[in-house]
């Protein structure tokens, strides 16, 4: 299984972005998705993540109300909108698949995923 991340780019703060990562290759079984991100000089962190159904979203309190994780189960494509960007928000985001079900307590945990995207970077200017 690859993840290929997207979306990442220049913007000014208060602008939005829209990231996208795809898996190819065979997923079997369910799944769910997390985005984490890391700014220079500073450990990768969590963002959102997202249940195998859609049904169950979870957000750092950093981005909750600012952005939103969804995703495409028929395109294996989980999407990050992300709103009112801050300067703060400069990072390289990277997406992480987890097999089986994500839940409210391990989320945000990087060590779950099984697998990880190359990252993309997202810069926000003042």
């Known amino acids: 299984v690859q993840l290929q991340a997207s979306g990442g780019g220049l913007v000014q703060a208060g602008g939005s972005l829209r990231l996208s990562c795809a898996a190819s290759?065979?997923?079997?079984?369910?799944?769910?998705w997390g985005w984490f991100r890391q700014a220079p000089g500073k450990e990768r962190e969590f963002v959102a993540a997202?249940?195998?159904?859609?049904?169950?979203?979870y957000y750092s309190d950093s981005v909750k109300g600012r952005f939103t994780i969804s995703r495409d189960n028929v395109q294996k494509t989980v999407y990050l909108q992300m709103s009112t960007l801050r300067p703060e928000d400069t990072a390289v985001y990277y997406c992480?698949?987890?097999?089986?079900?994500?839940?409210?307590?391990?989320?945000?945990?990087?060590?779950?995923?099984?697998?990880w995207g190359q990252g993309t970077l997202v810069t926000v200017s003042s």
């Open positions: 290759g065979r997923v079997i079984g369910y799944y769910g």
């Open positions: 992480g698949l987890k097999l089986g079900e994500l839940t409210v307590r391990t989320a945000a945990l990087r060590r779950v995923y099984d697998y």
């Open positions: 997202i249940s195998r159904s859609g049904g169950g979203t």
